[in-house]
């Protein structure tokens, strides 16, 4: 699972988290913030958090997708065409080949 997905799953736990940091670092520091600025403190940490993890995924995609695996080694394959991911899927597999037919249409009132 990314971890963007992870990060917007325990969304309310990391946002919860911060408010806390930054109230004990008051505490620590012997300063005191006010509801809007603790408020807007943990809505940008956590919004650079999110920026962050959607990064890392993205160019993680990215260099999964771009290496190149030669025929001897024994890494899983990945093959995308038009949107849809095979994940773990040779490029020459069966599985990657799959089309659906429609049944063809015969005429109910034929004689």
Known sequence: ?????????????V??????AIKGYAHLS????????????????????LVVALTWDVSRKVVTCASVTRGDDDV??????????????????????VRFRLPQRHALNRQ
């Open 76 to 97: 899983a394959h990945e093959m995308c065409r038009g949107g849809i991911c095979w994940h773990g899927v040779a490029v020459k597999s069966p599985a990657s080949q």
């Open 15 to 20: 946002y919860l988290t911060v408010i806390a």
């Open 1 to 13: 699972m990314p971890i963007s997905d992870i990060l917007a799953a325990n969304l309310t736990t």
């Open 30 to 49: 012997g300063r005191s913030y006010g509801g809007v600025a603790v408020l807007l403190l943990s809505t940008t940490v956590v919004g650079a958090l």
